[in-house]
């Protein structure tokens, strides 16, 4: 049941783009992301529920596919401070915790 | 504004004994939970609590036990302790009204068995 993050691990350069996926076996209720920096805790970056809606955060911003079960995050123009692990949460109903992918590493270098 | 705090930061045990990792949060949230994060293998869910008194398992309960008798505490206690339970340990908390509520986490309890 837990989800599957594509890629593992990606570098981009200064002002390159991104885009991070998050698929589950199991229909979606809902989609959490979160960005965890190395010896950190996970912060929580923004949730999307059943009905396709894209949300933004300043330009990192996801969308919510119901009918392929998967989410996308959409880091553009990245910048050094994006670097860290990226995880999905995935809910498949509200009655029913949260779980997370394995991750996807991102680095951003100069 | 503290958040989730947990304690402590560090430790580490000998095989087979005891210890409990504190958690408490000041933001009045009733869903709690723990977490135990290994390398490259995500977060996974140990217990969870929905209020005081309630409490249920998560994904790897085996080795731990939880209490909730407060709002503010959620105690995750470690019996018997096994090289397999090195690891860091993550609280969260969240608002009710379900599980699609943000989650607060603590800064972590790294914990290294011997």
């Known amino acids: 049941q837990q989800p599957v993050q594509s890629p593992q691990a990606v570098i981009l350069r200064e002002g390159e783009d991104a885009v991070i996926n998050c698929s589950s076996s199991?229909?979606?209720?809902?989609v959490h992301w979160y960005r965890q920096k190395h010896g950190e805790a996970p912060v929580f970056l923004m949730i999307?529920?059943?009905?396709?809606e894209q949300k933004g955060h300043e330009k990192i911003s996801a969308s919510f596919n119901e009918k392929k079960q998967q989410s996308s995050l959409y880091l553009t123009a990245s910048q050094l401070s994006y670097s860290g692990t990226y995880f999905c949460?995935?809910?498949?109903?509200?009655?029913?915790?949260?779980?997370f992918g394995k991750g996807t590493r991102l680095s951003v270098i100069a | 504004n503290a958040g989730v705090t947990q304690t402590p930061k560090f430790r580490i045990l000998k095989i087979g004994q005891s210890m409990t990792l504190q958690c408490a949060q000041d933001?009045?949230?009733?869903?709690m939970y723990w977490y135990r994060q290994d390398p490259g293998m995500g977060l996974k869910l140990i217990y969870y609590?929905?209020?005081?008194?309630?409490?249920d398992k998560g994904e790897v309960p085996n080795g731990y036990n939880v209490s909730r008798s407060t709002t503010e505490d959620f105690p995750l206690r470690l019996e018997l302790a096994a090289p397999s339970q090195t690891s860091v340990y993550f609280c969260?908390?969240?608002?009710?009204?379900?599980?699609?509520?943000?989650?607060?986490f603590g800064d972590g309890t790294r914990l290294s068995i011997l």
């Open positions: 609590s929905v209020g005081a008194g309630i409490t």
């Open positions: 969260a908390s969240s608002y009710s009204g379900g599980f699609n509520q943000p989650q607060h």
């Open positions: 199991k229909a979606l209720y809902s």
């Open positions: 933001m009045n949230h009733n869903y």
């Open positions: 999307l529920l059943k009905g396709g």
């Open positions: 949460g995935t809910g498949n109903s509200g009655n029913t915790p949260l779980v």
